[in-house]
């Protein structure tokens, strides 16, 4: 009731702090019999690892992932998956000068209020280095439905800072340290040498998109899949928003033009979303966020101490000046953990998914 | 599990269908000793009343709530306050046309394939009349939070489809039926009119505003208090997009600007939009919401049947053209219950919410 | 969160008090598509009804339910099934003396300091007539379970106050007022009338049943069938000790005599009561229970006062001068709920509920 | 959801198997700012560790507990507490015979059918090993309790297999290795070496008490405080009864008798064991509870293999003779950790909880 577990059925414990000595989850109610290795999950941590270009923090951490319990000789026993990660790379030094002052824009001041103390060191709790065990989950969540559904999940930048990324295609995002849908981002590079030299940090945008969703999921009427959407994405560092479909386009739309119309072979557009009364539709869920810029910043910010007097904030310190760069496969775990979520939702109350029903939900180019 | 019950702590639970005998909620875990009265609840449900101008559903419901339990001698006892309200004007009939058939862009769809079947009498389960016992549960909430903390919801149409509405000012919301915040919705009369006669219906944009927000609500990692919003605002029929504070324009600025800087007298600004971390501030907290046309509009569209034959849909019914012209009120007693929600979490880990602490938050006009 | 829910999937929601308007509860999780209709939650309810025999209370309630939501066309439709039932032959008059004071072991003491006011009419909500709405939500799963699996669930009275009731058979269950397995029940007839002249009151010993439980609910590690089980049971007003198979009598068993033998054609015994390792085993689940005498007694007791002052209290209203005698029914019902809220857990994580594996469990007589 | 969760607010999640690399739980929930080291957990475990008597399993586990998030500069931060705790004594190639067949009254046969695989090796997740992370988050919760209301928990042996031991004083019971409340122990020496000689093993029965309760924890209807209790123990590996106060006895009282009466200075009996409505009156709180015999016994067994055929079992390996013996510690904590859970459920709803209410309850000895 803390807070730090995600799910209702399929459910993600996440514990540790940026500097602690280990973070990790516990996974409860992940099904028996799924073949299960630590090289599954070491895959998708590594998508998200520090230290991988010079555009993010140059912290260095293996991520390296150890299954604790929950699997037998290879395969989930149905009981409780735990995942541990060492942290390796800590430098707790560079965070004496902020331990008593609040960092503009950061989570400082709302912990130090809420609680009456903080562990200062690289953030804590607030950090986004907590998004790794997330991503782990993920990881099992996301074998699980694509071995039972084929289910994909695949996110891309669409915006850096003032500047719109095209989307060219999805086979580019792999090959670029941007996860952006274009072949040439030395644009974005530049874009990120100026914004370090000038010690600040910039916001972005990313589209998140699942494909293969069984119809019929999400649960009316509060714990809709959309609701359970926006609450998980919202509930990654730094979202200050959250669209499904259409989003907010669909405000200056008439009914004519957003209701999608159905046809014997599927739908003819999907302003939707993939998702209608709040139940998945069987078409690609297509989710969008807007993230804001790193607060921990290199140049100076007005500020206060914990007493109350004026002081001026300068973060040093490893960090991303773009947290945004790195989100994309935290927002893909997010998505598969509320899909596998609501897909075991649907098993309680509706006995098992149907993979085929209704008329073939058309793809959208 | 459901997904009918909202709340952790203070639990309301829906239910009722559009065309059924009754609507209602249960509330489980209000304060006990505080005063209570049907007329605390009527008033917010007037606000929200169907058939109150021609710009919306011509639904004639009294919408009179009954107390049926939890409150002894006009005091909530702690125990469940059960909230019922009679449905009235039912015209099940003008459904036996859809009752076959799909509405693009409707829960109809979703509905059908999950359960296998579904009431189809005024969209049943997911018709926006069940917000009635959200709007009733949130009333509660207002009160408790007022009386306690001094906090005020309210809410305004910013966009009305491709309209936008400049903010002149709160005072005008409560003196037009748009709870546009301008003196003068002559231009908006005329652009529903003519939506009207040409059988289409339109989106919106909605403000959602808390003030007097005590400090330190919010639980992270997965429930932030942000995370928690927006679950409940996309929760609400036809929402589609969600916003805290500087929302998608936060991913085009600088950490330099982004970040509130603080002075001994409070926050400079507020981009954050009243949360940091995913706990509150103190400042106001800001919310923005996108809405979807109504998808049940009288123009033909081309559409299936439950047995996949192409047919063409024409609804007829009772329909609000735009419906977040009534979505005001639901949104406040939204975000009022997450409030109070919050507000519970915090006191059962942390004692007693303080109601002043740090600097007093400034106030940004 | 405040404890008036019972289950996790199969969600019973309790609302109400003794002399309110009305009582209920809302249903949520029930799967779609199974008949329903008010007659089929009536006959339990009549099972459980007050005024039906002189030795229970003479409350004339017809406690007659009403579907509010949730059935369409005779069919659940898989959202929130609300169930009413008015409240019609209240005296609260009869409360007046004891509004201010304690009856001894009674709830008037710990609800008083709990939320600082109570509703002192008929106990409030601490009142055993808050088992109606348990006992309608319990018709509703008994009815899914012999439908889908042929779980059947009864129980008997194995002790009255100082006389223990030897079983003869369960088919003599309906055809006294004490749910006793007897064919002649004169003496506790005459036990009765006594008890009732003394002005005293006395306890009483159940077993309950459930035959038809397929192999595999309950969750390790701290949601067993067993311990779920003992939390329903637990959780009836006046109940003071629950076991589960061969419970305290077990202390003195040696693992050669307890453990329960299997063979090829099933188990040889059923000291496990049907449960190993907190999961069914598909043998008959046995329960005892044992329930506390009525504290509302006409016999003049010590107490305080809610100042603290040295009061004699005499309980008028009418009372079941044996809680236990109308116990069955609602210990039936409670586990029906826990059986049903498993069955949904199961087909979560595991998928559909095989309805044979393994062995046949032996039936032991 | 899948029941290795214990709590709603003070919540423990727990994982690990008997012969995996580790075990542990994570705490979520705890308030901030409390001390908290290694050491004051330590002493908890230790008190429930094996090898510790020849009464005992043998094999040899210093059950370290290391602190992993949750803690800073040594006081509790308000973040999730994770404990780990390595298993470094496992033999699991005794467990080979066992891989395939059942052992009677082991927990073997229902997970096997549940999940359709198992971990054999020590019991996997059913053994009692398992509750060592439940004692350490006991221990969290016992310091808490102690330091904010002086709470204590405290149990003791009443039963040895047939043997029932008399009550001589709490004193004794941390002078010999069967938590017995009598100065003298020989003959319950002889009795267990008798037993062990015999290859067969007992059951026990156990008596549970917390001092210094604070008045008003408890939530009807269904979570009530003996609930809840009831759920925890037997929650517990073996336990097969629970009872509160008068417990089974309560069946032959009459409420003359059984209800405890009211001075100005406190009760006068204590039937109730400290609970009224499902709510603490602030006495003492009396639980007790029935352990069966350990299962995993070197006497042979008929039972069956997976494939259904008949086979005889004997257990190897290394095991309990009496589970009952560690079982005190283990209670304890149970019991703290469900009066942590309902202090923290109060103060959500009702606010801080008083400490001095009403009588000062009167201690029964």
């Not at 060191?121 to 969540?141: H, I, W």
């Not at 000038?198 to 119809?215: E, I, K, N, Y």
Request: charged share 20%.
């Amino acid at each position: 009731m803390s807070g730090n577990t995600l799910g209702t059925l399929f459910c993600v414990t996440n514990f540790g702090e940026s500097h602690g000595p280990a973070i990790g989850c516990v996974i409860d109610g992940c099904p028996p019999g799924m073949a299960l290795s630590e090289a599954d999950i070491q895959h998708e941590l590594d998508r998200r690892r520090p230290g991988t270009s010079r555009h993010v923090t140059q912290r260095r951490e293996p991520d390296a992932v150890q299954i604790l319990s929950g699997v037998y000789e290879g395969r989930t026993t149905g009981t409780p998956i735990a995942l541990l990660i060492h942290n390796q790379d800590q430098r707790s030094k560079d965070y004496g000068a902020i331990a008593q002052s609040f960092r503009p824009g950061h989570a400082d001041y709302s912990y130090w209020h809420k609680y009456g103390l903080r562990d200062p060191r690289g953030g804590g709790r607030s950090s986004a280095r907590l998004t790794a065990p997330t991503v782990a989950a993920g990881a099992v969540a996301r074998k699980w439905l694509r071995e039972k559904f084929g289910t994909e999940l695949r996110a891309c930048m669409t915006q850096l800072g003032e500047l719109a990324i095209p989307f060219e295609g999805w086979e580019h995002v792999s090959h670029n340290p941007f996860f952006a849908p274009v072949a040439d981002v030395q644009q974005y590079e530049d874009y990120m040498d100026q914004l370090r030299k000038a010690g600040d940090s910039c916001g972005a945008r990313l589209r998140v998109q699942a494909t293969g969703v069984p119809v019929g999921l999400g649960e009316p009427l509060y714990d809709r899949l959309d609701a359970d959407i926006a609450h998980a994405m919202m509930g990654l560092n730094a979202v200050k928003g959250v669209e499904i479909g259409a989003g907010f386009a669909s405000a200056a739309q008439r009914g004519t033009v957003h209701g999608d119309s159905l046809t014997p072979q599927g739908f003819a557009s999907n302003h939707a979303g993939g998702i209608l009364g709040g139940i998945s539709t069987g078409q690609d869920i297509e989710v969008s966020i807007a993230i804001k810029p790193t607060s921990s910043i290199i140049s100076p910010r007005q500020s206060i101490d914990v007493h109350g007097n004026s002081v001026e904030v300068v973060t040093k310190g490893r960090h991303d000046p773009c947290v945004g760069i790195r989100a994309a496969p935290i927002a893909e775990a997010l998505l598969a953990l509320v899909l596998m979520d609501h897909v075991l939702r649907h098993r309680a109350q509706c006995g098992d998914v149907a993979q085929e029903i209704g008329p073939i939900p058309a793809r959208v180019p």
